[in-house]
């Protein structure tokens, strides 16, 4: 069976400084994963997502994800951190049949 | 503009009185799907509909229906709600099933059920 564990509910980073929101599946099959953002108040909106072409994946606002199949991870990073990016971050997994499959969720916090 | 609208945004009702989420999209797409969001337990699928009148149960459809007469729309109905069902409700569509392509997300509807 398909899952997605966002290791942390809370991240908080001081403006200027690396982001790292932590995600880990486990698939029977080559998944395909996302990570999707939502600002308060707005829907989700996709960042990035990886279907197995290259493994570190780019996204929108200087955002990436790193597939890394030996350690089932696609922790999600941005090199610095800017209080825009204050948000809730969702990792997402899809399998083979298409049914998709949402993380719980990590609030990230901006500190100026 | 390419856009799932939800409506109402927020709402309050009272136990046992029947309410519909409305939700609409503008891109010709083929899937749509409603989704509960709740504090610690992230997006949960509550319905989802491949297409036009064909609709399907995703992983907490209690207490819910749907319909898909067209295309573009695709109402959530709660026909007699309850407290346990005070959420954060999204609407998603995307362009077929396939997750290669893009979901687009409503607003959220915010419901108290009291």
């Known amino acids: 069976a398909q899952s997605v564990t966002q290791l942390d509910s809370h991240v908080s980073v001081s403006e200027g400084t690396p982001v790292l929101l932590r995600c880990n599946y486990s698939?029977?099959?080559?998944?395909?994963l996302f990570w999707y953002v939502q600002h308060p108040n707005k829907g989700l909106q996709l960042l990035l997502k990886y279907t197995s072409a290259a493994t570190l994946v780019k996204g929108i606002n200087g955002f990436e994800a790193e597939f890394k199949k030996s350690e089932t991870s696609f922790h999600l990073t941005k090199p610095s951190a800017h209080m825009s990016d204050a948000a809730e971050y969702f990792c997402?997994?899809?399998?083979?049949?298409?049914?998709?499959?949402f993380g719980k969720g990590t609030r990230l916090h901006i500190l100026p | 503009e390419a856009q799932v609208t939800q409506n109402p945004r927020y709402l309050i009702t009272v136990t046992g009185k029947k309410l519909t989420v409305t939700c609409s999209q503008n891109m010709n797409h083929e899937y749509m799907s409603w989704y509960r969001q709740d504090p610690g337990l992230g997006l949960r699928q509550i319905y989802y509909s491949m297409n036009v009148e064909v609709t399907d149960k995703g992983d907490v459809p209690e207490g819910y229906k749907v319909s898909r007469k067209e295309k573009r729309n695709f109402p959530l109905i709660l026909e007699s709600p309850s407290p346990n069902q005070t959420s954060l409700y999204f609407c998603?569509?995307?362009?077929?099933?396939?997750?290669?392509?893009?979901?687009?997300f409503g607003q959220g509807t915010r419901l108290t059920v009291v």
């Open positions: 998603a569509s995307s362009r077929t099933a396939d997750m290669n392509t893009e979901a687009f």
């Open positions: 997402v997994v899809s399998d083979q049949n298409d049914k998709i499959i």
């Open positions: 698939s029977s099959y080559s998944p395909s």
